[in-house]
């Protein structure tokens, strides 16, 4: 066949073989496919991913080029990308927020496993990866988030009595912390906490967003049940630590989404080990693999380990997260492994609908 009798059916054909690996379907079929270029035997053409997290976009282009460069006169493949975020179902009456295509709670049944270690470097690497990421504290009596972002500022009213969130890192972001900054604590009732994160959700001009993700306060309070019951939930992280007495509260929080329907997306187990720098050997000062054994005990995705590294909390001391600083960064590796999969994750959900049936792959 000459190079000019090349057809975009033909080259839609070929990748009509090319499954996406997650939702083992055709690309062609998911609508992955536009802008078939073709040229003197060279074909370009641009896939559409459904996170710009995507963990497997290598392999996605290798099964391209090669069921593509099948085509009799093809002596080229080029593959461009985008990305569009599948956006989460609405349940029931709940109205989602304008623009925001899907929110993301990370929970933890207790306090002091990291779990807003984990929120900030989750949004910020999802952020450096091409999405469009705002980070809400939901933690109302400490909130920890402005530390941790570096960004102590406090945020402006814009046209009808609506908040303009601030910004780091790429991030958009609101906090209590924002608005009563210093050591005044809030001595509030919980329909006070209900008025506060119903204007966080509803009352700050967040724009377009892919993901929204919303730092819970520890336990399974007043917040928690706001948020469920506000908007519709695209998923939850549970963070917990190897240590038995977390795992113990964590049970509990797994529980409580799964009783409100909300999609668990998966467990990660923070502080899992430490690397000796003097042996190399990884040393499991809080034990080891129970945050593992826990997700396979509920059917339910483990997301990854996050090491005891001193950068860590550094970072998040000083208001500089390792994620900031791209996935080559001390300490930041495990951050974005954990935010492929989660990005992954929910969008298996989102166009599939399969819910807790679905298992990825982990890398």
Not at 8 to 14: C, F, N, Y
Not at 78 to 97: H, L, M, N, Q, T
């Amino acid at each position: 066949m000459p190079a000019q009798a090349i057809t975009e059916q033909a080259v839609l054909e070929a990748l009509r073989r090319v499954p996406e690996p997650e939702l083992h379907r055709d690309i062609v079929t998911l609508n992955m496919v536009k802008d078939i270029r073709i040229q003197d035997g060279r074909v370009g053409l641009t896939v559409v991913l459904t996170t710009p997290a995507c963990p497997l976009k290598t392999e996605i282009e290798k099964n391209v080029q090669a069921e593509v460069g099948r085509i009799p006169g093809v002596t080229q493949v080029e593959v461009k990308w985008d990305a569009s975020v599948p956006r989460g179902r609405a349940a029931g009456d709940k109205g989602p927020i304008t623009g925001v295509r899907n929110i993301l709670a990370v929970a933890s049944g207790k306090g002091g496993v990291g779990k807003t270690t984990v929120a900030v470097n989750l949004a910020i690497a999802l952020q450096r990866m091409g999405a469009r990421v705002g980070l809400m504290d939901g933690d109302v009596y400490g909130p920890n988030v402005p530390l941790m972002m570096g960004n102590h500022e406090q945020p402006h009213i814009v046209g009808e009595n609506r908040i303009s969130p601030l910004e780091a890192y790429g991030v958009k972001m609101i906090s209590m912390g924002h608005l009563n900054p210093g050591d005044k604590p809030l001595i509030w009732r919980g329909p006070m906490l209900h008025g506060v994160v119903q204007q966080f959700l509803r009352n700050v001009a967040w724009g377009e967003l892919d993901y929204l993700v919303v730092d819970l306060p520890p336990g399974t309070g007043d917040v928690h049940l706001t948020l469920i019951q506000t908007v519709p939930v695209s998923g939850a992280v549970i963070v917990t630590t190897p240590s038995i007495v977390a795992l113990a509260d964590v049970r509990k929080a797994v529980e409580m989404f799964r009783q409100v329907n909300v999609e668990i997306l998966g467990i990660v187990e923070n502080m899992s080990y430490f690397s000796c720098p003097h042996c190399d050997g990884k040393i499991d000062i809080f034990g080891h693999g129970e945050g593992e054994r826990m997700a396979a005990q509920f059917g339910v995705p483990f997301l990854g380990e996050v090491e005891i590294d001193p950068r860590i909390r550094i970072g998040g001391d000083t208001g500089r997260p390792v994620a900031a600083f791209g996935e080559d960064g001390d300490g930041a590796k495990s951050f974005y492994v954990f935010a492929r999969q989660v990005a992954a994750r929910l969008s298996v959900i989102n166009l599939t609908g399969a819910g807790q049936l679905v298992q990825i792959q982990m890398e």
